[in-house]
């Protein structure tokens, strides 16, 4: 059986009419609220936001995600997830300042 717990997922993001759309190559949900998600993928963070967000699917096992709601942007941080929580913790407090 392989392994996923190394970097060989690939990321892809796909949105249909900016009304729902499905992640892959997602290792983590950090948080999420009706307005604003935050996933650490193999891309680095990504933070989507917009309006009544709801995580429909999630299976981390797979790093697949599927969002359903008005989603108004996407953005990246260069900063890859680290396995120690701290990277996470000062890289939300920067998003966040």
Do not use: P, W
Not at 48 to 71: A, F, M
């Amino acid at each position: 059986m392989e392994d996923f717990s190394t970097n060989t997922r690939m990321h892809k993001v796909s949105m249909t009419n900016r009304r729902s759309c499905a992640i892959s190559g997602v290792n983590d949900v950090l948080s999420f609220d009706i307005h604003e998600i935050l996933l650490e993928t193999e891309q680095g963070m990504l933070m989507i936001k917009g309006d009544d967000l709801h995580v429909s699917r999630l299976t981390l096992d797979k790093g697949e995600v599927d969002v359903d709601g008005r989603i108004d942007s996407f953005t990246y941080s260069d900063v890859a997830g680290g396995s120690g929580g701290h990277k996470s913790e000062s890289l939300l407090a920067k998003l966040f300042r």
